[in-house]
């Protein structure tokens, strides 16, 4: 499965593994893709999402072109501790940066 490139469903970011939300929960649900919302929600209930800042579960990240953000934003679920399901954990991919309000370059 590709990660850390454009398009991808994973990628790797300081706090963990980021899926992007909805697009793997609507791949993983397949031609049950009205079903997506509870996987979602299997997913947070497993214990394995982590809570955001905010107390929700939904990240958001903007991808960075060399010093200025491009205006592109992902949203998506972070397992916290991925090296529990990946033997080796890929490098953070160093064109996302967590969002803070505020976009970079501004």
Do not use: C
Request: hydrophobic share 50%; glycine share 12%.
């Amino acid at each position: 499965m590709p990660y850390n490139e454009s398009g991808a469903m994973v990628h790797f970011v300081k706090e963990g593994m980021l899926l992007v939300s909805p697009k793997m929960f609507q791949a993983y649900a397949g031609k049950n893709a009205e079903d997506w919302m509870g996987i979602q929600k299997r997913f947070v209930k497993s214990g394995w999402a982590l809570k955001a800042a905010d107390g929700k579960f939904i990240w958001r990240y903007q991808v960075i072109s060399g010093k200025n953000a491009t205006g592109i934003m992902l949203n998506g679920m972070i397992v916290a501790n991925p090296g529990e399901f990946i033997n080796e954990v890929p490098a953070v991919n160093p064109f996302l940066m967590l969002f803070d309000g505020a976009l970079v370059g501004d």
